[in-house]
């Protein structure tokens, strides 16, 4: 057998056809230089997991080990504690979502949740639908798994219902098979857009007239700054909707606990494939996070944490306003996230060295897309840094724009230095969120 190995590796031409999809997305790439300390990073969407207070995180692990040590240490169930099954109905009930116990499968993170339903319904060269921009990871997902990727159509309240009808229609006189729509309807990553209410109804019977599962990612969703978005799209749908939630936005990603709540048959196939996978989640974090969610404050923790994302959202917004007036962005009611939207000659993943040349980082916008779009868009977080920071950030940022829209001018007599103020992009801020 001859080797197709090449000089930097040698398995090379062995890999599965699937890892073709496996790219480094310019989220990770950015970690290793954004993690310096001079450099503001408005690039992760990183919790500010140092908003608990540490003794009740340390009081439950002590007394999970005390009470329950054995437990904690041994394999648990594929489905997940029973006892955090639980508690997580009442985080779901905050959604409107009423559930039952059985339906819950816990898993290591959301994210795991979203590769197991990818792994459970998509062959090569099935559709899933995803607004348009969207969580790079998830698609990092759907690529591995060999999916093709189609985008619809959002604005200033999420994604639009008769882009998505025209979507499905074109895509099935094209002998398409759209297996599920990904949607994060509520303060949604990157946008920060949120879908309305009527919106969600909407959707939902256009999925059901398709037969289309619709996949809603909530990590955000009780994390609102001006009062609790719209109820979940799975507290009107149980059957066409597999719901995913997480402890890491508002409580803390190191646990790794996430969940799915499914239709009975698909629940089924998903702790199989959970058991497959890891045989069991971690009953160490479970149990931890059970036991915190039986003795503390939980809902006043996570108050907590939306007066700490709430002032940093506003200093976002403020120094958006004070720096890079003429530029155009969302005005996100909740979650972490702001997409602002450059002058259309920029390229925002080519000014990105500049950028961290300049001290700051964001995530360049084509990281949302997979079909090479938002060049000239990009996703600022909010969560991590403190107010101060994320001012000198965006002034940071300002110097770095205003030099590009310079340089650009200096070689081209038609190139405009400031984008228009009424030359807005597709996301406009949504009108009610102040
Ligand atoms: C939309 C979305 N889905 C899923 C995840 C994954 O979260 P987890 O830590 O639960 O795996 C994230 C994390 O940033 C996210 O933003």
Known sequence: ???????????????????????????????????????????????????????????????????????????????????LREHILDVMAMEGIRANVDDVVVTTGSQHALELVTKLFINPGDVVLAEGPSYVT??????????????????????????????????????????????IPTFSNPAGV????????????????????????????????????????RSVEEDGVVYLGTFSKTLAPGFRVGWALAPHAIREKLILANEAAVLSPSSFTQMIISDYLSQADWRGQIGTFRDVYRERRDAMLHALEDYLPDLSWTKPAGGFYVWLTLPENLDSKSMLPRAVRELVAYTPGTAFYADGSGRNKMRLAFCY??????????????????????????????????VDRRQKNAINPPANLG
């Open 138 to 183: 998830a698609m990092v997902v759907f690529r591995s798994f060999q999916a093709q990727v189609e985008h619809v159509e959002m604005d200033d309240l999420g994604l639009v219902p008769e882009a998505l009808r025209q979507r499905i229609a074109a895509l099935k006189a094209d002998g398409k098979r759209i297996k599920f729509l990904y949607t």
């Open 385 to 418: 840094p403190q107010p101060d920071f994320i001012r000198e950030g965006i002034r940071r940022l300002s110097t770095v724009i205003n030099g590009e829209l310079e340089l650009l001018t200096t070689f081209s007599q038609t190139a405009p230095l400031r």
């Open 194 to 233: 949120t879908l309305s209410w009527e919106r969600r109804l909407e959707i939902l019977e256009i999925a059901r007239s398709n037969d289309i599962l619709v996949l809603e990612d909530n990590p955000y969703g009780l994390l609102y700054f001006d009062g609790p978005p719209p109820q979940a799209m």
């Open 1 to 83: 057998m001859t080797s197709q190995g090449n000089n930097l590796d040698r398995w090379y031409g062995h890999y599965a056809d699937r890892t073709a999809g496996l790219s480094a997305s310019e989220v990770r790439a950015l970690f290793a230089v954004a993690s310096r300390p001079e450099v503001v990073s408005l690039a992760g969407g990183m919790p500010y997991v140092s908003a608990i207070p540490s003794d009740l995180i340390t009081g439950s692990m002590e007394r999970v080990m005390r009470d329950s040590g054995p437990a904690a240490l041994q394999y648990g169930s594929g489905q997940g504690v029973p006892a």
